[in-house]
């Protein structure tokens, strides 16, 4: 298997880490808060993200990623009733993420893929993909950190702790590895 696809999947795994660290910081009610209309909360968020999965993993080398049974502007509406829910629906989309990679080879890497009729290789899609999560996991961190304020348990290096967090990487020898080798059972993501 590709060293790209390997790596791709460690990249998808960190971000549902963090997505989960930063979501088991907030209670129930915090999921569906909103700053104002116009904004979006937690919830909202996950549902978003599973719909667009969803959409462009489904059939991902054979279909176009937009679908015509999905309902995007229904992704938007806050009427997600509970964690359980809210989880089902980032577990599903994660998981036919992650089915579909798992399908891919080399060979698939250059293949022409649509997304709303615009090709693009298997990698350009792929990567589009890692931004648009990214994005909206960024988001899940953000409104997750305000939500839980003072509670707050820093997903990355802690404020005022860089120095000393550089000082022991520095200790080690050098590695040949890749910053997600090991994901499941690293402490912390690096930001």
Same mark, same amino acid.
């Given at each position: 298997?590709?060293?790209?696809?390997?790596?791709?999947?460690?990249?998808?795994?960190?971000?549902?880490?963090?997505?989960?660290?930063?979501?088991?910081?907030?209670?129930?009610?915090?999921?569906?808060?909103?700053?104002?209309?116009?904004?979006?909360?937690?919830?909202?968020?996950?549902?978003?993200?599973?719909?667009?999965?969803?959409?462009?993993?489904?059939?991902?080398?054979? &279909? /176009?990623?937009?679908?015509?049974?999905?309902? @995007?502007?229904?992704?938007?509406?806050? +009427?997600?009733?509970?964690? *359980?829910?809210?989880?089902?629906?980032?577990?599903?989309?994660?998981?036919?993420?992650?089915?579909?990679?798992?399908?891919?080879?080399?060979?698939?890497?250059?293949?022409?893929?649509?997304?709303?009729?615009?090709?693009?290789?298997?990698?350009?899609?792929?990567?589009?993909?890692?931004?648009?999560?990214?994005?909206?996991?960024?988001?899940?961190?953000?409104?997750?950190?305000?939500?839980?304020? &003072? /509670?707050?348990?820093?997903?990355?290096?802690? @404020?005022?702790?860089?120095?000393?967090? +550089?000082?022991?990487?520095? *200790?080690?020898?050098?590695?040949?590895?890749?910053?997600?080798?090991?994901?499941?059972?690293?402490?912390?993501?690096?930001?």
């Amino acid at each position: 298997m590709s060293g790209f696809i390997e790596s791709t999947k460690g990249i998808f795994k960190m971000y549902k880490q963090l997505g989960e660290k930063a979501m088991a910081q907030i209670d129930d009610e915090q999921i569906s808060w909103q700053a104002n209309d116009d904004s979006n909360s937690v919830a909202v968020i996950v549902k978003h993200l599973w719909g667009n999965m969803l959409s462009r993993w489904t059939d991902f080398l054979t &279909a /176009d990623g937009e679908k015509d049974w999905r309902q @995007r502007d229904a992704e938007f509406e806050n +009427n997600i009733k509970d964690r *359980a829910e809210l989880m089902a629906k980032w577990e599903e989309g994660w998981q036919c993420l992650f089915a579909a990679l798992s399908g891919l080879t080399d060979a698939d890497l250059e293949r022409i893929v649509y997304i709303r009729n615009e090709g693009h290789t298997v990698m350009e899609a792929i990567t589009r993909q890692i931004g648009h999560y990214a994005y909206h996991v960024g988001q899940l961190v953000y409104i997750s950190k305000l939500r839980s304020a &003072a /509670d707050w348990q820093s997903l990355s290096i802690p @404020r005022n702790q860089s120095a000393a967090f +550089n000082a022991a990487k520095f *200790a080690n020898e050098k590695q040949v590895r890749h910053f997600t080798d090991g994901i499941n059972d690293k402490p912390e993501t690096e930001g």
